[in-house]
């Protein structure tokens, strides 16, 4: 998803570690046995073989099947390192500071936080997200999409085979205003390449009549959601779709797993429009359970400030993610002057 031009120029990054920004990027030649670059960032090292994705640090090494390793990293290209925390796996992730990112093995784990082994750097945003798009880049070959469900993608196993540069490059969604509306992000259809997905065929595709009072004929407009989400060609990638001041609408369509636990750094609020997601909910800092939530059709729950949340949908289901995108957020919650749920019972 992507942040508002307002939350990355006036949040000022917050440091609370005091920890120096890295620099030390390196791209190294192919390997002649697996075809794939290795990446470095500060003392983080990356190299990938057939099946995993090796991570190094200078008191520790990591591993992750490589599909569940590329769907987390383009999430966290596309969009923009999110808000607060991404959590590729129990292990590694970023924690974004809105222009500059922390880069970390072990932070949000409580074994490390116990043992004093979680090890974390500090880089610039920009300067960390071009070492990342050039590893999912290289990392993802022809036919493999990370951001496809696994029945609608290739396999991303094996030596290096070509590329995927269009899925990886993708554009998300981010509307001005809505979509739909003169100059802004355009509806979907067949003829832009989007037909409805095998697991929407259901649903009905009219759109609905506007009928404005003279004068207004640019100011009303209005737009069939499920018809829109039903054209998604991507899955976990809420994408902004209506704007009103700092208050985000971003539905998307969700089927298989969310390749992050998202750690966010506000409250964030899920409408479940169709079918069914399962949430499982940890503590935000140290991985612990917290509890599940079941969500159907109709639905509405809020994830508090202070978890992480990874959500499985059986079913390719929709749901409408609302972001509070103000940038006074994060600090307000770090300081204690906001709670990390907007309701208390």
């Not at 750097?121 to 071009?130: N, V």
């Not at 739909?180 to 989007?194: E, V």
């Not at 639905?299 to 993610?321: E, I, N």
Request: net charge negative; charged share 25%; with cysteine.
């Amino acid at each position: 998803m992507a942040m508002s031009e307002d939350t990355e120029s006036a949040n000022k990054p917050a440091n609370p570690r005091g920890l120096p920004l890295q620099s030390g990027f390196a791209v190294e030649p192919a390997d002649n046995r697996t075809g794939y670059r290795a990446f470095k960032a500060g003392s983080f090292g990356f190299r990938r073989d057939g099946y995993f994705a090796h991570i190094t640090w200078p008191n520790g090494r990591h591993q992750l099947a490589v599909d569940v390793f590329l769907r987390a990293l383009m999430r966290d290209v596309a969009w923009g390192f999110f808000y607060g925390t991404v959590n590729f796996d129990t292990v590694f992730g970023t924690t974004n500071y809105y222009g500059e990112v922390e880069m970390f093995a072990g932070a949000t784990n409580e074994s490390f936080i116990r043992s004093g082994t979680a090890f974390i750097e500090r880089f610039k945003a920009d300067e960390l997200m071009r070492i990342f798009k050039e590893m999912i880049g290289d990392w993802t070959n022809q036919g493999y999409d990370p951001f496809a469900a696994p029945m609608e993608t290739g396999a991303p196993w094996g030596t290096k085979n070509g590329d995927n540069d269009d899925a990886v490059g993708r554009k998300r969604v981010t509307a001005k205003r809505m979509v739909g509306l003169p100059g802004d992000t355009p509806l979907r259809s067949d003829a832009s390449g989007y037909p409805v997905n095998r697991m929407f065929a259901d649903v009905p595709q009219d759109e609905p009549d506007v009928y404005a009072e003279p004068g207004f004929e640019h100011e009303v407009s209005a737009y069939n959601l499920f018809a829109y989400l039903s054209r998604s060609d991507v899955t976990w990638n809420p994408s902004v779709c209506s704007v009103v001041k700092e208050s985000l609408f971003c539905p998307t369509s969700e089927e298989f797993i969310l390749p992050v636990e998202h750690g966010n750094d506000r409250p964030e609020w899920f409408v479940q429009l169709t079918d069914e997601i399962i949430w499982t909910t940890k503590d935000r800092d140290t991985g612990a359970f917290r509890a599940q939530v079941v969500c159907k059709a109709g639905d509405v729950c809020v994830m508090p400030a202070d978890v992480r949340h990874q959500g499985f949908s059986d079913k390719r289901s929709m749901l409408l993610v609302w972001e509070n995108g103000s940038p006074k957020i994060p600090e307000l919650i770090r300081s204690g002057k906001a709670p990390n749920v907007p309701v208390t019972f």
